[in-house]
């Protein structure tokens, strides 16, 4: 069992920047692909990107690039997502979850941590 605990969300201006954490406990994530999604109001849940044990983050879209970056620390089970001039359109439900080796879905989610974009 995986358990997924999110920080950081909170009320930021457009224009600003915020960096939401994710905690992992239960195992060792070394093989998991660790995603992060975001839900707005109304609106299905979208990926936003991932990352893996090793190698480069990959991101959902265009507008995330160059604005979003992912990162993780392997040795304290953190990811992080790194959001830079944020966008009112930003605003929604950012989850963390965690994909299994092999695994087409992804297993463990957290709760979720709001993230409110005033203009």
């Known amino acids: 069992q995986v358990q997924l605990v999110e920080s950081g969300g909170g009320l930021v201006q457009a224009g600003g920047s915020l960096r939401l954490s994710c905690s992992a406990s239960g195992r060792t994530l070394g093989a998991y692909v660790m995603g992060w999604f975001r839900q707005a109001p109304g609106k299905e849940r979208e990926f936003v990107g991932s990352?893996?044990?090793?190698?480069?983050?990959?991101y959902n879209a265009d507008s995330e690039k160059g604005r979003f970056t992912i990162s993780r620390d392997n040795a304290n089970n953190m990811v992080y997502l790194q959001m830079n001039r944020l966008k009112p359109e930003d605003t929604a439900v950012y989850y963390c979850a965690a994909k299994g080796p092999g695994k087409f879905e992804y297993d463990y989610w957290g709760q979720g941590t709001q993230v409110t974009v005033s203009s």
């Open positions: 990352i893996r044990w090793s190698g480069s983050p990959t």
